[in-house]
């Protein structure tokens, strides 16, 4: 019973537009929902979404019931219901629509609910954007090293059908799962140096770096050797 009064309250007064909590969870609900549906949704569509519902939902809701509250009061009041008492009830109910619009919902919308909006439309897309980016840096920074390690292991081994091409790079995204355009990428790196950009040129000796401490935990003289060779190499281009 509290719970509801509480709700009647909230309603009654349009609190529930304005809460935080309330237009977060919305905004992950409406997101998540459009995602699923169309695989190109956006943010930015899912506020325009937001916006929608805070007058086509809210405001309409919170008006007509409002304006149909006060005709039960009234019309109890008046038995002599006719066309004339129903067009003067329509336009004191279009007047009564617009002093409470120009006077609540216009501006709790532009003081209240957008800037609210706009904060947690800019948090939703640094929670989105900034961990995915951190996590593939991660993933991308290990793959000069693995393909490095991966490419001396070959080459000691005897392999010598390695190059930079599609074949190679299946082979190596067979054993480690690791995207094919991005193995085909460092194993250009690694056998053409020459073409390097010095950052590229940097990520490739910070992959030899971290190769050889495998190595040298392994006890392989042979991979580090040619682990040497190509860090002189890539040095000296």
Not at 24 to 39: G, T
């Amino acid at each position: 019973m509290r719970m509801n009064m509480k709700r009647l309250i909230s309603f009654a007064t349009f609190d529930l537009p304005l809460n935080v909590g309330y237009n977060q969870l919305l905004l992950r609900i409406i997101n998540k929902e459009h995602i699923v549906a169309i695989p190109r949704w956006n943010v930015e569509a899912t506020r325009r979404k937001l916006i929608s519902h805070y007058w086509y939902t809210h405001v309409l809701y919170h008006f007509l019931s409002l304006f149909a509250i006060a005709l039960l009061i009234i019309l109890p009041f008046n038995p002599y219901f006719n066309l004339l008492y129903l067009s003067v009830l329509c336009m004191m109910g279009a007047i009564s629509f617009g002093i409470v619009y120009f006077c609540i919902y216009l501006p709790l919308f532009s003081s209240a609910f957008l800037p609210q909006l706009e904060t947690l439309i800019a948090n939703h897309k640094r929670t989105q954007v900034e961990t995915p980016q951190t996590k593939s840096a991660k993933t991308q920074s290990k793959i000069p090293a693995l393909t490095v390690t991966l490419y001396a292991l070959f080459k000691t081994a005897g392999v010598e059908r390695i190059a930079s091409d599609a074949l190679s790079a299946q082979m190596i995204n067979r054993l480690t799962g690791v995207d094919t355009d991005s193995i085909k990428e460092n194993l250009r790196r690694i056998i053409h140096p020459k073409t390097l950009t010095p950052k590229e040129r940097a990520e490739i000796i910070k992959g030899i770096a971290i190769a050889k401490v495998y190595f040298e935990k392994l006890d392989h003289p042979p991979a580090i050797k040619l682990l040497d060779g190509l860090e002189t190499k890539l040095k000296g281009v």
